[in-house]
Nanobody, 130 residues
Framework: VQLQASGGGLVQPGRSLRLSCRISGFTLNYNAIAWFRQAPGREREGVSCISGASTGVSSTDYAESVKGRFVISRDSAANRAYLQMNTVKPEDAGIYYC?????????????????????WGQGTLVTVSS
């Protein structure tokens, strides 16, 4: 199992950035996928998650700080997950990690705790500055 996050970089406040997570070794429809971030001196925090879609239905969840600005999505055919970051704020800066965990058939929930995820990517750095 491998996860590779990419798409980070320097972004101005108010602009957009899209992160990508390439996942291999899993059938994505049976996995919950989440994005976490960690700023210097702070704990890793959950940003967004999307549940498995084994029945064709999935759900998403977002940290309060990013609701209405970030959108998580999954392209199972491409084995990728994305985090569209809109109206980026300075407090969104940090290393962003994608993570995944296999779910049972029919599961349509996901969580934002790092303890719920088994497999992690290496992280991609997002810097917010004008």
């Amino acid at each position: 199992v491998q996860l590779q996050a990419s798409g980070g970089g320097l972004v101005q406040p108010g602009r957009s950035l899209r992160l990508s997570c390439r996942i291999s070794g899993f059938t994505l429809n049976y996995n919950a996928i989440a994005w976490f971030r960690q700023a210097p001196g702070r704990e890793r925090e959950g940003v967004s998650c999307i549940s498995g879609a084994s029945t064709g239905v999935s759900s998403t969840d977002y940290a309060e700080s990013v609701k209405g600005r970030f959108v998580i999505s999954r392209d199972s055919a491409a084995n990728r997950a994305y985090l569209q970051m809109n109206t980026v704020k300075p407090e969104d800066a940090g290393i962003y990690y994608c993570a995944t965990v296999k779910q049972e058939y029919g599961d349509t929930w996901c969580g934002l705790s790092p303890r719920e995820y088994r497999h992690w990517g290496q992280g991609t750095l997002v810097t917010v500055s004008s």
